[in-house]
């Protein structure tokens, strides 16, 4: 399963997906997926394959705002699929209606500014104290890119917050240093969102900032199968 | 693991932002530079680059 779509949104006839699988549209009610068959029952995650996802997302994005699916959401047979769809309908078609018109953006911002970890000569020679002291200037330093994070999240959100609709962000994962912030920007103010980041990062020339986008609203989609 | 050693530093960069979307949770980015998901590596990005890159990627589409 790649995306969600209305029911009248056909994909390309010479679209292909994973594995050069040929995409297909599958209607329930009024809404429609976009799929393809793939031999197992799951796959295994390799960027060509994640290309080859995102590429027929795309294609959806190119036509209208999508609900797009993560990597690797496979079902038995189309009846499973259809049963999926019919049983979360209204569910979809709420998210579908929420990002519509909409794509995400999302900013990802280093924090090797923030904090680092003593280095080992600073500490105790090995030892149970030493080895402690290691754990607690972790913890330390972890915290204070916690909040760190957190502030500076805080400040994109002010800089651009009269162009996006929604705000997403994953909380740092341990031992990731890398920011990650998304934003639901409607297409028709995409322009003054640029240009409300542009702003940002010219009043913050020591950040270390990618910008990415316009990508299908994968961080603002229910659109999963457990 | 399928590394793609001919793509250039900045489609590197893209294609490290695009595994981060399309899949699902579970892929970090560290400071040594790896993404992986699941403990298995999909991609290496000099973490050199990813610091000095202070741009705006439009509309990224890689070769494919």
């Given at each position: 399963?790649?995306?969600?779509?209305?029911?009248?949104?056909?994909?390309?006839a010479?679209?292909?997906?994973i594995?050069g699988?040929?995409v297909?549209?599958?209607?329930?009610?009024?809404?429609?997926v976009?799929?393809?068959?793939v031999?197992?029952?799951a796959?295994?995650?390799s960027?060509?394959?994640a290309?080859?996802?995102?590429?027929?997302?795309?294609r959806?994005?190119d036509?209208?705002t999508?609900?797009?699916?993560?990597?690797g959401?496979i079902?038995?047979?189309?009846?499973?699929?259809?049963?999926?769809?019919a049983s979360?309908?209204?569910?979809?078609?709420?998210?579908l209606?929420r990002?519509?018109g909409?794509?995400?953006?999302?900013?990802?911002?280093l924090?090797e500014?923030?904090?680092?970890?003593?280095?080992?000569?600073e500490?105790a020679?090995?030892?149970?104290?030493?080895?402690?002291?290691?754990?607690r200037?972790?913890?330390?330093?972890?915290?204070?890119?916690?909040?760190?994070a957190?502030t500076?999240?805080?400040?994109i959100?002010?800089?651009?917050?009269?162009?996006?609709?929604?705000?997403?962000w994953?909380?740092?994962?341990?031992?990731?240093?890398?920011l990650?912030?998304s934003?639901?920007?409607?297409?028709e103010v995409?322009?003054d969102?640029r240009?409300?980041?542009?702003?940002?990062?010219?009043?913050?020339p020591?950040?270390?900032?990618?910008?990415?986008?316009?990508?299908?609203p994968?961080s603002f989609?229910?659109?999963?199968?457990? | 693991m399928?590394?793609?050693?001919?793509?250039?530093a900045?489609?590197?960069l893209?294609?490290?932002?695009?595994?981060?979307?399309?899949?699902?949770k579970g892929v970090?980015i560290?400071g040594?530079v790896?993404?992986s998901?699941a403990d298995i590596?999909?991609?290496r990005?000099g973490?050199?680059?990813?610091?000095?890159?202070?741009e705006?990627?439009?509309?990224?589409?890689?070769?494919r």
């Amino acid at each position: 399963m790649y995306c969600l779509v209305e029911r009248n949104t056909p994909p390309p006839a010479e679209l292909r997906g994973i594995d050069g699988g040929a995409v297909r549209s599958l209607v329930v009610g009024d809404l429609a997926v976009w799929v393809s068959d793939v031999g197992e029952r799951a796959i295994a995650a390799s960027p060509p394959r994640a290309l080859a996802h995102d590429e027929v997302v795309r294609r959806a994005l190119d036509l209208q705002t999508p609900l797009p699916a993560r990597f690797g959401q496979i079902f038995a047979a189309d009846e499973e699929l259809r049963a999926a769809v019919a049983s979360r309908a209204s569910d979809w078609a709420l998210g579908l209606k929420r990002v519509s018109g909409s794509v995400e953006m999302t900013i990802r911002i280093l924090l090797e500014v923030l904090a680092d970890l003593p280095a080992n000569d600073e500490l105790a020679p090995e030892s149970g104290l030493g080895y402690l002291s290691r754990v607690r200037a972790r913890q330390t330093v972890e915290h204070v890119m916690r909040e760190g994070a957190d502030t500076l999240r805080e400040s994109i959100t002010r800089a651009v917050r009269d162009w996006i609709r929604e705000e997403a962000w994953t909380p740092l994962l341990v031992g990731s240093r890398a920011l990650s912030v998304s934003h639901l920007v409607a297409r028709e103010v995409l322009t003054d969102y640029r240009r409300a980041v542009r702003g940002f990062m010219d009043a913050q020339p020591a950040l270390r900032l990618m910008v990415s986008g316009p990508w299908a609203p994968y961080s603002f989609t229910p659109l999963r199968h457990d | 693991m399928n590394e793609p050693a001919d793509l250039g530093a900045s489609e590197q960069l893209v294609l490290a932002d695009l595994l981060n979307h399309v899949l699902d949770k579970g892929v970090v980015i560290t400071g040594e530079v790896t993404i992986s998901v699941a403990d298995i590596d999909l991609i290496r990005v000099g973490l050199s680059l990813f610091l000095a890159a202070v741009e705006t990627i439009e509309r990224p589409r890689l070769p494919r």
